[in-house]
């Protein structure tokens, strides 16, 4: 089994080990009471997401969560309804595709070349709409989402350093483990030096999800044949698909989408009730985001292609 394979395989509450469960119920006692409309985030696999961010460590673990649980407060990701975004989607710039990896996960297609807005507050609001809804989506068993990236007529127009370094904040911040990989297809030469300024923003583990794929190199293409059924993946990314993007069928997608996920809160708040919890409550004080102090890991070997 290739290494790409490996990762596509999702975590499992069951495998956790007697130290990690240890440190799992730690974090929970640390926060104490959560939020009502927060509770889901109180689950087994929602804590260990934030210790594996933090290399299991308890303390920067517990800040992070807190720091979560106090942007989401206020922020109010889960309430971002589809005509509050709608007119950052309408050229496909961001769109949870309508088919799965072969594990199950959510794909978002994104086309930074079809970037049609100036606002970063905007764009970032859309992205995070995404995140929620490929959430959303996500299997029983899963809880990662995967990004293609196309490369597509881009254009050095379409860099933005502060929308970049925001999209780092919110997806490591906010949404730690979330991320299973990000494929970048096809990106140019030029778009080496703005990637050698983006690595400082990514903590190593995400950096080490990020996958360079050329559609001219066969040992790349093979990412791209272990993890999609070849039929499904839009033909921009070597599939057999030919369905373009339409934002009036997407719409539609999006609106029964948006009909669920109060559900998915309720049901997820229903299920955690008669869990204990002690009586104090999380302190979500505002305060910097955690950062990561962690020790250093290797690198990966993903580059931008000398063309």
Known sequence: MSSVMYEAIG???SSFSEEQRAKINEVRASLGKFPDKLFLYSSDASLARYLTARNWNVKKATKMLNDTLKWRLEYKPEEIRWDEVAHEAETGKIYRSSYSDKYGRSILVMRPSCQNTKSTKGQIRYLVYCMENAILNLPPDQEQMVWLIDFQEFNLSNISLKVTKETA???QNHYPERLALAILYNPPKFFEPFWMMV???????TYRKVKFVYSDDNGTKKIMEDLFNVDELDCAFGGNNQVSFNIDDYAARMREDDKRMPLLWKRANSSSSDKQLLATTPDVSLGKSASDSDEPEKE????VRNN
């Open 199 to 205: 690595k400082p923003f990514l903590e190593p583990k």
């Open 300 to 303: 990966i070997d993903g580059q």
């Open 169 to 171: 904040d919110v997806l």
């Open 11 to 13: 975590s499992e509450e």
